[in-house]
């Protein structure tokens, strides 16, 4: 296979795409003070395929994860659009999606997808934020790399900053301790501040959602992406299901990596939110079956606060 035809593959399978030197990257993140391993493939292609902006709101007996999982697993999807677009291919080859020690954004940066925003997102000129990335390693047969040029910032922008609820953003930086979807994806007890703050089961899409760089994008869908019908989680099934079941019956879905015990104790916070007891027996039951402190503090804390709203006490 030629350059020329690998591009067109990549070009079909992607909405965005750059090669850069791994040299380069190596080069960039020893300067910010990355970590990263030995690597031998003298190239990173930096992939994105973007995925639709599409808002659903949580109700009484169904819970909805970030919109960033509503689809198929965009893992899975990436993945499985690499392997097509190196299929043929006959040099060594790596595929990196997410869950790896080097820094996507700053290669997706450095190979022109878009620039890094205040809100800690690559944000494209075509796609906004709303783009997952992915990297292939492999070495190639060219001296020069190919990047998009991306003439674009934040300027004096700080809506994101003034909108986060827990002033996880700052100008510059971030405190990612305070960010919604650092902590509803952390096994941790969870603190009255982050139960109050929580509003989502899975992740957060507050500065995506408020950002001018996301108004009138691109809102091309790729099949993969289209609504499966799991998007909507049953808080019936989140405390009745055993881990097995749950996860044959809302396999390939993102929000499912960390397991199903994170959904319950985030899904507690929901049902708080809601000032909703109709679940008040199920989470006493949840207690016993699930002990570990993370889970068990944070679930005794919120059935107090949701019994008392059930039965207030007279002043």
């Not at 997410?98 to 796609?127: C, M, T, V, W």
């Not at 040029?149 to 700052?170: E, H, M, Q, V, Y």
Request: overall charge positive.
């Amino acid at each position: 296979m030629n350059l020329y035809d690998f591009q067109k593959r990549l070009n079909f399978e992607f909405s965005e795409f750059g090669i850069i030197k791994t040299e380069r990257y190596l080069k960039e993140a020893s300067v910010l003070n990355l970590v990263f391993p030995e690597i031998s493939y003298k190239h990173m292609i930096v992939v994105a395929l973007s995925y639709p902006k599409r808002i659903l709101n949580s109700t009484k007996n169904e819970h909805y994860a970030s919109m960033y999982t509503f689809g198929r697993d965009y893992h899975l999807v990436l993945k499985e659009k690499m392997a097509k677009v190196m299929q043929g291919f006959d040099y060594e080859y790596e595929f990196a999606v997410d869950n790896h020690p080097f820094d996507e954004r700053l290669a997706a940066q450095l190979a022109g997808i878009g620039f890094f925003g205040k809100n800690q997102l690559i944000i494209n000129p075509s796609y906004g934020s709303f783009i997952f990335l992915g990297i292939i390693f492999i070495n190639l047969a060219m001296e020069s790399e190919i990047i998009n040029k991306i003439d674009d910032s934040c300027g004096d922008c700080r809506i994101c900053i003034d909108s986060c609820p827990t002033n996880a953003l700052l100008n510059p930086g971030y405190k990612r301790e305070k960010c919604i979807s650092d902590f509803n994806q952390t096994k941790k007890i969870l603190s009255d501040t982050e139960i109050k703050a929580n509003y989502c089961l899975f992740g957060c899409d507050i500065c995506q959602l408020v950002c001018p760089k996301n108004v009138n994008i691109k809102t091309t869908t790729h099949d993969e992406f289209a609504f499966s019908g799991k998007e909507a989680i049953k808080v019936r099934d989140l405390f009745t299901f055993s881990e097995k079941q749950f996860r044959k019956k809302y396999e390939n879905m993102a929000y499912l990596w960390k397991g199903k015990t994170i959904l319950m104790r985030n899904s507690l916070t929901l049902l708080l939110r809601q000032k909703n007891s109709d679940y008040n027996d199920l989470i006493k039951q949840s207690i016993d079956k699930h002990p570990m402190p993370w889970y068990k503090n944070t679930a005794q804390n919120i059935l107090s606060k949701l019994n008392k709203s059930k039965n207030p006490q007279p002043e």
